[in-house]
């Protein structure tokens, strides 16, 4: 949990600044049933992953969903 805002708050807050490119955004999440997950998605979020996740690998695959965001 985030502690003054939500992630989706969070992600309308930088919608809301209007910058171009958008920034991407990739949320870590404990929510992970396929609902919500594709609720991330219709957001604009360019990728989820889910909580527990490997700090080994994060990197690796936060760099892989915004390579792939951005064509």
């Known amino acids: ?22 920034v991407p955004v990739v949320f870590i999440t404990a929510r992970t049933q396929a609902h919500e997950i594709a609720q991330f998605r219709a957001l604009g979020a360019v990728g989820v992953i889910a909580k527990p996740f490997d700090p080994m690998t994060l990197a690796r695959e936060v760099r892989a969903l915004l390579s792939a965001s951005a064509g």
């Open 1 to 22: 949990m985030m502690p003054v805002m939500d992630g989706r708050t969070t992600f309308a807050a930088l919608r809301e600044l209007g910058l171009e490119p958008p």
